[in-house]
């Protein structure tokens, strides 16, 4: 069956450090994979697409791997701050549409 | 104004009741999509339209009825609604495959 796996804890780090997310996925074979960001009682919000011909996208203190052998996408988020706190999802493109996983919540300490 | 609307916000109702949620985008995409989001689960496809004349079930679409009225007009319809459709209710648009734009969601509520 399909399956989109994200970090299955949230994550709590200090202010500055470089946050890291994982989205593995299973019986899936994406064009293109996509990146939100959702705060509490509010609808996702894009933050970055990368297909399945790149290997790194970039955008500020973003940046996003795919890697299509392992079937794992991963997020990061440099020199973190207060403000990057809520949940970050992934999404597959499936079939013309998105599936998306389930979420990690990312708390940034001051 | 905002590119997506959704109406009600919030909405509380009985079992068996009928209820329809409203989306509007003034976007100007041809696709629109339905969801809901429950904790842990993540969002779920129930209805998607890639134009005014396409509609298609995604996952989780039984008990659930779309309507494509216009380009920029897509409503969800519970025709007999039951607790475990409780949930929080987003509607998307996009343009071809590229990024989708979310309401600000309905937070239903069937008791």
């Known amino acids: 069956s399909q399956k989109i796996e994200q970090n299955s804890e949230a994550l709590n780090i200090q202010e500055g450090k470089t946050a890291t997310l994982t989205c593995n996925y299973t019986n899936y074979s994406p064009a293109y994979l996509q990146w939100y960001r959702q705060d509490p009682g509010r609808g996702p919000v894009f933050l970055l697409l990368i297909r399945e011909n790149e290997k790194e996208k970039r955008k500020e203190r973003l940046k996003v791997t795919f890697d299509t052998t392992l079937k794992q996408s991963l997020f990061h988020i440099t020199a973190s701050q207060p403000a990057d706190s809520a949940t970050y999802l992934c999404?597959?493109?499936?079939?013309?549409?998105?599936?998306f996983g389930a979420g990690t919540t990312v708390t940034v300490r001051a | 104004d905002a590119d997506v609307t959704q109406t009600p916000r919030n909405r509380i109702t009985k079992t068996g009741k009928r209820i329809m949620l409203e989306c509007s985008q003034t976007k100007g995409h041809d696709r629109m999509y339905w969801y809901r989001q429950d904790p842990g689960l993540g969002l779920r496809l129930i209805y998607y339209?890639?134009?005014?004349?396409?509609?298609n079930k995604g996952e989780i679409s039984d008990g659930y009825s779309v309507s494509r009225q216009a380009q920029a007009k897509f409503s969800l319809s519970l025709e007999s609604a039951i607790p475990n459709q409780t949930a929080l209710y987003f509607c998307?648009?996009?343009?071809?495959?590229?990024?989708?734009?979310f309401g600000p969601g309905t937070r239903l509520t069937v008791t």
């Open positions: 998307a648009t996009s343009d071809m495959e590229d990024e989708q734009y």
């Open positions: 999404a597959l493109e499936d079939d013309y549409k998105l599936s």
């Open positions: 339209s890639f134009d005014v004349k396409d509609i």
